[in-house]
């Protein structure tokens, strides 16, 4: 079995208009996928109805093979980790701790933390580069570090699917190419599925593995090697033209 | 954890020595053999053993309670709100107690049984948490919770300015008004054992809420992926607050800026996490409270000087060096 998402025909409502139609989201182990589309289009929205933030009118979401609407939130949380937009901490925690947060759903609440959980920790540190940050607050930390600290939360947590919001929003083009590197490498080296909403189409197109492109609430699966086929939708939906990049992938060059 | 072990400790004996101390200075002051041996004789005409067990003992516990109260409740509301600026008046419960009191004080309850005023706080206290919970209950948002608040504090100080405003008595009014400043004079232990289960069972509450608090540090949609379940966070800080800040005002009135300002100096020492600041918030209230008592007993002023003025006077200040300082280290 390699569905790590397998989600079909979602409905649903936000403060009395339908933004998801008919939607669907498919995620296999190591791939990952971005959630494309203009501004309003349910991207969101269509995270946070998998992530059951948003309720669904209809529809059915299988995590990791199992209907999620039979699920406890708290079992839900060992399968899927979620990463909001804007990297928002209200403390200015340290980053061991924050990390150590992705572990605190494996235990009974008031549970010290084991060996294993350290561990994991340590290796999540590690797979972002943050081990000599480990006792920095996160309000000493540039943006770039801060979303690779998020992201090792995220991992700490092993949970198999990582859902994550504009991750390199308001990013340097260096930390952009180095978040996109790393979201890459989990899927290959860790079995994992990553979903992200991205706007940045030129990495979308170099980084990801397929696209779902959301427009209206409804959704179109374009796998990588479709993608030359589908740019017409592409500039269609977005209002754009784009253009192929010398280095791969698609880029916006001016109005449709 | 093992890291705040040493802050814990450090405070919990500062708590003692301060116990101690607060029980030697007063109008007399006693010595440390004096204050043994009144704090074991049993003999009813001993001069320490009235002025230990019967005049400072109870008004000292009472003390040490209503600050722990306030402290825990304070951190506990803010790592809820995630908003640094809330305290337990912010609810209303504290302005609902007071209510309740000042009713008993004008409808002559007062005059029936030093009992009622403090049961009348309890009661309005108790009547304010479950008017937040039915109200909050619907709307899940922060912003919703820190307004049904508001609304419900200015409504209970409204009524309460009404039933002063409508006093014919000047005595009642009097007292009604000393009552709101906040004071631990003339408690008695029968006092202390009315509102200790209330503080109790409030505290272990917002102790319970203690790892939700601290995932939420990441927002609600984090922690609600996490496994959070962000209604029973609610209720718990909600009611535990509502519960022990009810109970505080009952037994001393409006002691203000505790619950505001002793979550700001622990944060820094626990990393601003908001579970690690629960208890040594705690410890500091009750030290708050304590050597406010102690000042107020000092200080040779020709009224004595009530409780809730002097930490609002000491807290008013504090809080905004507090502010100035720790905004400019956040950013």
């Known amino acids: 079995m390699t569905g790590l998402i397998h989600a079909t025909g979602l409905h649903a409502e936000l403060g009395g208009s339908l933004v998801l139609k008919n939607a669907d989201l498919l995620l296999d182990q190591g791939q990952f996928l971005a959630v494309i589309g203009p501004n309003g289009a349910g991207k969101s929205s269509l995270l946070r109805a998998v992530l059951r933030l948003l309720p669904i009118q209809s529809g059915r979401i299988e995590i990791c093979g199992q209907d999620v609407s039979g699920l406890a939130p708290q079992k839900l949380s060992h399968f899927l980790s979620y990463i909001p937009q804007g990297h928002i901490a209200h403390w200015p925690l340290d980053v061991e701790t924050l990390v150590a947060l992705g572990r605190r759903q494996k235990h009974h609440v008031f549970e010290k933390l084991r060996d294993e959980d350290h561990d994991a920790i340590e290796k999540a540190l590690r797979a972002v580069g943050l081990q000599a940050f480990r006792k920095r607050p996160l309000s000493t930390l540039s943006g770039g570090e801060k979303a690779r600290a998020f992201i090792a939360r995220a991992l700490a947590s092993q949970a198999r699917i990582l859902m994550v919001d504009e991750p390199v929003a308001a990013l340097d083009p260096r930390h952009q190419l180095q978040v996109m590197g790393l979201l890459k490498d989990l899927c290959s080296d860790h079995d994992i599925g990553v979903v992200s909403v991205l706007h940045e189409l030129h990495l979308a197109t170099r980084y990801c593995d397929a696209f779902l492109l959301v427009n209206e609430g409804m959704t179109q699966l374009i796998g990588y090697g479709e993608l030359p086929s589908n740019v017409d939708t592409i500039e269609r939906v977005f209002g754009i033209k784009v253009q192929n990049l010398p280095q791969g992938g698609y880029g916006a060059v001016g109005f449709r | ?331």
Request: aromatic content about 6%; glycine content about 10%.
């Open chain 2, 1 to 331: 954890m093992k890291r705040d072990l040493e802050l814990n400790t450090l405070l919990l004996l500062l708590l003692l020595v301060s116990l101690l101390l607060s029980l030697m200075i007063g109008q007399a002051d006693i010595n440390l053999s004096q204050l043994f041996s009144g704090l074991f004789s049993g003999r009813d005409d001993d001069p320490y053993r009235i002025i230990v067990q019967d005049i400072r003992l109870p008004r000292i516990i009472t003390g040490v309670l209503v600050g722990g109260t306030l402290g825990l409740s304070g951190a506990a509301l803010q790592g809820l709100l995630r908003n640094p600026l809330a305290d337990p008046g912010v609810i209303g419960v504290s302005a609902s107690a007071g209510l309740g009191a000042v009713l008993a004080i004008q409808y002559g309850l007062a005059a029936l049984s030093a009992f009622f005023v403090p049961a009348m706080a309890m009661l309005g206290a108790c009547l304010c948490t479950i008017a937040l919970v039915l109200l909050a209950r619907r709307d899940s948002s922060v912003l919703t919770l820190i307004l049904i608040g508001v609304g419900l504090n200015a409504l209970a100080g409204a009524l309460t300015s009404l039933a002063i405003n409508f006093s014919q008595n000047p005595f009642a009014l009097s007292e009604m008004v000393l009552w709101l400043l906040g004071a631990l004079t003339n408690r008695s232990l029968t006092d202390v054992l009315l509102a200790l289960p209330f503080m109790v069972i409030g505290g272990a509450f917002l102790f319970a809420a203690g790892p939700a608090l601290r995932l939420l540090t990441l927002g609600e949609d984090v922690a609600q992926v996490s496994g959070v379940n962000l209604k029973l966070t609610r209720l718990l800080c909600i009611i535990g607050s509502g519960l022990s800040v009810g109970a505080a005002v009952a037994v001393a009135g409006m002691v203000g800026f505790v619950g505001l300002i002793v979550p700001h100096i622990i944060r820094p020492w626990v990393g601003f996490d908001p579970q690690r600041l629960l208890f040594p918030s705690m410890i500091s209230g009750a030290l708050l409270v304590l050597w406010a008592d102690i000042l107020v007993r000092l200080l040779p002023t020709t009224a004595e000087l009530k409780l809730g003025v002097v930490t609002a006077l000491i807290g008013g200040p504090f809080f905004l060096y507090l502010v100035v300082k720790t905004r400019r280290g956040m950013r």
